[in-house]
């Protein structure tokens, strides 16, 4: 793995490298941009100039719930018998999994939570809930050109939201790329 100024490059098994990763701020719209995927095309000749003409094998985009706060939904729904959340953890969901998992689980048993859960507990989360924001990534193969794969998660949907921090960001653009023979 390579890691420098905010983005990646990962070998990947089947010989291709995972290129990522970008974030925008762009409703519910899961389509990749060619901004993400000019930018990604960037980032992995700088942080592996062999990859300068890899041709593209796919680029894709993903939404990452995230709360208005940034900080995750843990606890009981309010009005809604028996509903319970863990989410809205936006970039950070593999990381903080044992623990908000932990959290969720004292307070599904009636245990002693391992930390104070009233930070995770939001009124209005039904009608003010999660804002997504999308991943996006691409995959590259070494060859002569450049051509973009359909993006097999396209779609678009209006969150019905306005003003700062409506909608979602679209997330890590990645790319996959052949290493060098």
């Known amino acids: 793995m ?18 990522g990763s970008t974030l925008e701020h762009a409703g519910f719209d899961k389509t990749p941009t060619e901004a993400a995927l000019a930018s ?17 094998v796919g ?5 990452r719930p995230g709360s208005p706060e940034g900080v995750p939904f843990i606890g009981r729904v309010p009005g809604y018998e028996g509903l319970w ?13 044992p623990a908000s998992c932990r959290l ?6 009636d245990r002693t939570p391992i ?3 009233a930070p995770m507990r939001r009124q209005g989360v039904c009608t ?17 050109g450049v051509s973009r794969s359909p993006a097999s998660s396209a779609g678009s949907a209006s ?18 790329l052949p290493g060098p023979a």
């Open 40 to 56: 990604l095309r960037a980032s992995a000749e700088a942080l592996l100039p062999a990859l300068a003409e890899a041709e593209l």
């Open 159 to 176: 969150s019905g939201r306005s003003g700062p921090g409506a909608g979602r960001r679209r997330c890590g653009s990645s790319g996959s």
């Open 115 to 117: 930390i104070d859960p």
């Open 104 to 109: 969720l689980a004292d307070l599904l048993l």
């Open 59 to 63: 680029h894709w985009a993903g939404l």
């Open 2 to 19: 390579v890691l420098a100024k905010g983005r990646y490059a990962i070998p990947r098994r089947d010989g291709h490298i995972l290129i």
């Open 85 to 97: 959340l863990n989410c809205g953890h936006y970039r950070n969901g593999l990381v903080l999994a």
């Open 128 to 144: 003010d809930g999660l804002r997504p924001r999308a991943t996006a990534a691409a995959v590259l193969q070494r060859g002569s």
